[in-house]
């Protein structure tokens, strides 16, 4: 049995509790995360191999036993070349500098504005670099999401460099059967929107978002932060994400009190949703390849290289933000939409992701396997959560829910302070017998384990 260890924030078949998916962070801050990590894992779920979620954890100490129980490192990636993901990326190369087992990258991206390569990203190129080295020692190749992110690695003298696009896209394979519904969108077409903090605030979207609001009563709202899940199911705004009011996740807007905005914590409850839906357009990719992956016609709204790439390579209708009026009506977009490309080419995108798949030494369940038969089998028996909806009843089960998790909190939180100060007490003993002072690090352990995990816990819904 090959065993694969997968980066992603939990694997497809766990099914988590609302509150704890949101405590956890289990779509490591975007469910954009969860659809291209669960296709991953479909893909490599092929005969006599075991894919295994490392739960986004990177603890280079555990490099040994890794070792030791898998035969390859897998590592989807989104846009992990970009100044905030630095850290991240830089212990992830530490990791895999201490790995013997192949390791292979799908679909990384660079971030920056649409344009030229900003001096913010050319100044992380060192640790770039050192990513790419450690793991282009372990595989034959990168998989990259698009032509700006292959430039920029072959800027930097890397040749190894494959446009693969992103896994997600491949979830059923070189099977995308994406047609309209409808000759034209009417005021009561189902559509839905979905947008990016940054896409709100410096993009203008939160224009077009309440045009359409007001023209299409069946318009629905698709959040996929972890500060969105919270503003609906905590009414948390504690955040300068959660503060902006101009989000459709936000208690004081029109969308959130009118019960029309989700966010969902497992793809396959958000793709089943978008199949009822007649269109979608906004400037989230995932949000809009759900969409796809539901056969529901959609439209991007690029809004930096990440997104734009990402369109250009797999032919996905997209128009640029910058050059769409903020009266922007979704029906003019659905018109012009043409997927023929979108689907006429995806097989040879498909072949082309395989055969690097192929040249990385991993086997995919579509070529060798039962083309994910027992996976979706699987997935469809699981009793997944509905999408996080906004909070604006007070009844009785919807109190009882959260205050019942809080309560369980709160009880584990006094289980593990009590341990922490017997730990404390046997330390101060053992100082006082060797005439020493308490080690630092059993304060700092304590502060850190209990006081913010019950600040978080105890703080009241809004």
Aim: charged letters at 25%; a positive charge.
């Amino acid at each position: 049995m090959k065993r694969i260890l997968l980066r992603s924030g939990k694997s497809p078949f766990d099914v988590v509790p609302v509150e704890e998916a949101l405590h956890r962070d289990v779509i490591a801050t975007n469910a954009g995360n969860l659809i291209f990590s669960d296709a991953a894992h479909k893909i490599l779920q092929a005969p006599d191999t075991e894919v295994v979620s490392n739960g986004m954890r990177t603890d280079v100490s555990a490099a040994a036993r890794i070792n030791e129980e898998y035969d390859a490192f897998v590592v989807p990636l989104a846009n992990a070349f970009r100044p905030t993901f630095e850290p991240s990326l830089q212990r992830l190369t530490r990791l895999i500098g201490k790995l013997r087992i192949p390791v292979v990258v799908l679909g990384v991206g660079a971030q920056a504005p649409l344009g030229e390569i900003p001096e913010r990203l050319k100044a992380m190129e060192p640790s770039v670099r050192a990513f790419c080295a450690a793991v282009l020692d372990h595989s034959a190749s990168i998989g990259v999401r698009g032509e700006f992110t292959e430039k920029y690695l072959n800027d930097m003298g890397f040749r190894d460099v494959e446009v693969i696009g992103c896994p997600s896209m491949f979830l059923y394979g070189d099977r995308l059967p994406v047609e309209k519904k409808t000759p034209a969108l009417t005021a009561g077409s189902r559509i839905a929107v979905n947008g990016s903090h940054t896409a709100v605030r410096g993009g203008g979207l939160h224009r077009i978002i309440a045009h359409a609001h007001a023209r299409y009563p069946n318009l629905r709202y698709i959040g996929q932060n972890l500060t969105d899940a919270r503003q609906l199911h905590w009414r948390d705004v504690d955040s300068p994400a959660g503060r902006m009011t101009q989000m459709p996740t936000h208690p004081d807007h029109p969308m959130y009190r009118e019960d029309k905005v989700r966010v969902y914590v497992d793809p396959s409850t958000w793709i089943d949703d978008l199949r009822e839906f007649d269109y979608s357009f906004g400037s989230r990719i995932h949000g809009n390849i759900a969409a796809l992956l539901a056969g529901t016609p959609a439209t991007v709204l690029a809004f930096d290289s990440r997104t734009l790439e990402l369109c250009r390579y797999f032919e996905i209708p997209h128009r640029l933000l910058s050059e769409v009026p903020a009266d922007l009506d979704p029906a003019v977009l659905y018109e012009e939409s043409d997927f023929g490309a979108l689907t006429g080419n995806h097989r040879g995108r498909f072949d082309r992701f395989t055969a690097f798949l192929d040249r990385n030494g991993l086997q995919n369940t579509f070529t060798h396997g039962d083309g994910g038969a027992a996976f979706d089998k699987r997935l469809r028996s699981l009793p997944f959560p509905p999408g996080v909806r906004p909070w604006n009843d007070a009844d009785l089960a919807s109190l009882t829910s959260r205050f019942g998790w809080l309560q369980q909190r709160i009880a584990e939180l006094d289980s593990h302070n009590a341990q922490l100060k017997r730990d404390l007490a046997r330390s101060r003993s053992g100082a006082k017998a060797v005439g020493g002072v308490p080690a630092p690090s059993i304060y700092r352990r304590a502060r850190r384990a209990v006081g913010g995990p019950l600040r978080r816990a105890l703080k009241p819904a809004k």
